[in-house]
């Protein structure tokens, strides 16, 4: 499949397991799995790095196939929620980023270009999250709110 607002046709990427059984090789039962999640929660990791550090150190390829859940739906349950998802947050401080190269650099017109390509994956992106409920319907990104926040 292609990328969204490039050439390239991205083919790299890391094959899931085919069958969607828990792998014979973990030790850890599903009760402590969610335990490392919370606790991985809890010292400021987001899910994403969560789930590298259960592949990483424990051998643990997805939480899915042995808990039954994601790692989002654990920290649901535990309480320990995030007022915006984390991708959405990825582009808003992508975008951050790109506004304060901008701003010292006002001649960079490919950059001008990819903000504004950066900027309509956080409209569509968001107006998703409200649709599915995961942010408030009154949840606005503007380049400059989101430098003060």
């Given at each position: 499949m292609?990328?969204?607002?490039?050439?390239?046709?991205?083919?790299?990427?890391?094959?899931?397991?085919?069958?969607?059984?828990?792998?014979?090789?973990?030790?850890?039962?599903?009760?402590?799995?969610?335990?490392?999640?919370?606790?991985?929660?809890?010292?400021?990791?987001?899910?994403?790095?969560?789930?590298?550090?259960?592949?990483?150190?424990?051998?643990?390829?997805?939480?899915?196939?042995?808990?039954?859940?994601?790692?989002?739906?654990?920290?649901?349950?535990?309480?320990?929620?995030?007022?915006?998802?984390?991708?959405?947050?990825?582009?808003v401080?992508?975008?951050?980023g790109?506004?304060?190269?901008?701003?010292?650099?006002?001649?960079?017109?490919?950059?001008?270009?990819?903000?504004?390509?950066?900027?309509?994956?956080?409209?569509?992106?968001?107006?998703?999250?409200?649709?599915?409920?995961?942010?408030?319907?009154?949840?606005?990104?503007?380049?400059?709110?989101?430098?003060?926040?």
């Open positions: 292609g990328r969204l607002h490039s050439h390239r046709h991205g083919k790299s990427h890391s094959t899931r397991p085919i069958t969607p059984s828990a792998p014979t090789w973990v030790k850890q039962s599903p009760a402590e799995i969610e335990e490392l999640v919370v606790k991985y929660a809890k010292e400021g990791f987001t899910p994403s790095k969560i789930g590298i550090k259960l592949r990483d150190q424990y051998a643990i390829p997805i939480t899915r196939q042995i808990v039954k859940k994601s790692i989002t739906d654990i920290l649901e349950e535990k309480g320990i929620k995030t007022d915006m998802p984390e991708d959405l947050n990825n582009l401080t992508k975008a951050l790109l506004q304060k190269h901008l701003k010292e650099h006002r001649s960079d017109k490919r950059n001008v270009r990819s903000l504004e390509l950066l900027e309509a994956k956080v409209h569509r992106l968001s107006s998703y999250y409200k649709k599915m409920g995961k942010i408030p319907k009154t949840w606005k990104y503007k380049a400059v709110i989101a430098q003060l926040e």
